[in-house]
T-cell receptor, first 112, second 111 residues
Framework: GEDVEQSLFLSVREGDSSVINCTYTDSSSTYLYWYKQEPGAGLQLLTY?????DMKQDQRLTVLLNKKDKHLSLRIADTQTGDSAIYFC????????????FGRGTSLIVHP | DTEVTQTPKHLVMGMTNKKSLKCEQH?????MYWYKQKAKKPPELMFV???????INESVPSRFSPECPNSSLLNLHLHALQPEDSALYLC??????????FGSGTRLTVV
C-alpha cells in the first residue's frame, strides 16, 4: 500500500462527523474504493467513485475526489459507535490487471 | 446471493498437518482471489484466478496450493505451514472492473 496513503487513527465523538482521508499517486486511476473492516471480519465494500466524478453521496456517506491533488475523502455523518472499524482506501489503475492497491487503513474510534 | 462464503471460520493446525480452506460465490463473478491479512495491516494478494485459470501468483511459498474446481469454488490447500503463516485468509470475487466482494475470512493459527 505504499502508493496509497492514509492516516492511521481517527477518534471522534458519537454524533459528530468523521472525515477519513486518502491520497493516491496514479493519475490514471479509474476506480477508488472505500472498505470497512470490523474486528474479526472481512472487508465490506462501502462505496466507490469513478475518477470522472467529484462527489458521491450514499445516505450518511459522502465521498469527495480531488483529482488535481489526488486526494480522496470519506465523510461519515452522525457517526455512531457501530462505525468503529478500520477503513481502507483502495485504487484500481486503468490498463492493468484490476488488482486494487490498498492503503494501510485508518482505525476509526467512536467515543460515546 | 450477494455473498462470498468461506469455511471454516477458524482453523488451528500443526506444522505437519494438511488442511484446506474453502470459498464459494454464486454471483457469476469470473475472478476469484486469495488474500492474506495480518493484524492491523491491509490485505496482501496471494493468488488470482480468472475464468478458472491461475493468472497471478504473488511468489507465494509452495506450502500454499490454490485450486479452482469450477467458477463458483476456490480452495486453498495448506501443508507444512509455519507459525508465521498464522493470519486471516480472505477470499474475494469480482467482475472484471473491480468492486470486490470479500468473504468474512478464515482465522488460521499454526501451532
Amino acid at each position: 500500500g505504499e502508493d496509497v496513503e492514509q492516516s492511521l487513527f481517527l477518534s471522534v465523538r458519537e454524533g459528530d462527523s468523521s472525515v477519513i482521508n486518502c491520497t493516491y499517486t496514479d493519475s490514471s486511476s479509474t476506480y477508488l474504493y472505500w472498505y470497512k473492516q470490523e474486528p474479526g471480519a472481512g472487508l465490506q465494500l462501502l462505496t466507490y467513485i469513478f475518477s470522472n466524478m467529484d462527489m458521491k453521496q450514499d445516505q450518511r456517506l459522502t465521498v469527495l475526489l480531488n483529482k488535481k491533488d489526488k486526494h480522496l475523502s470519506l465523510r461519515i455523518a452522525d457517526t455512531q459507535t457501530g462505525d468503529s472499524a478500520i477503513y481502507f482506501c483502495a485504487e484500481i489503475r486503468t490498463g492493468g490487471s484490476y488488482i486494487p492497491t490498498f492503503g494501510r487503513g485508518t482505525s476509526l474510534i467512536v467515543h460515546p | 446471493d450477494t455473498e462470498v462464503t468461506q469455511t471454516p471460520k477458524h482453523l488451528v493446525m500443526g506444522m505437519t498437518n494438511k488442511k484446506s480452506l474453502k470459498c464459494e460465490q454464486h454471483m457469476g463473478h469470473r475472478a476469484m482471489y486469495w488474500y492474506k491479512q495480518k493484524a492491523k495491516k491491509p490485505p496482501e494478494l496471494m493468488f488470482v484466478y480468472s475464468y478458472e485459470k491461475l493468472s497471478i501468483n504473488e511468489s507465494v511459498p509452495s506450502r500454499f496450493s490454490p485450486e479452482c474446481p469450477n467458477s463458483s469454488l476456490l480452495n486453498l490447500h495448506l501443508h507444512a505451514l509455519q507459525p508465521e503463516d498464522s493470519a486471516l485468509y480472505l477470499c474475494a470475487s469480482s467482475q472484471a472492473t473491480g468492486g470486490y466482494t470479500f468473504g468474512s475470512g478464515t482465522r488460521l493459527t499454526v501451532v
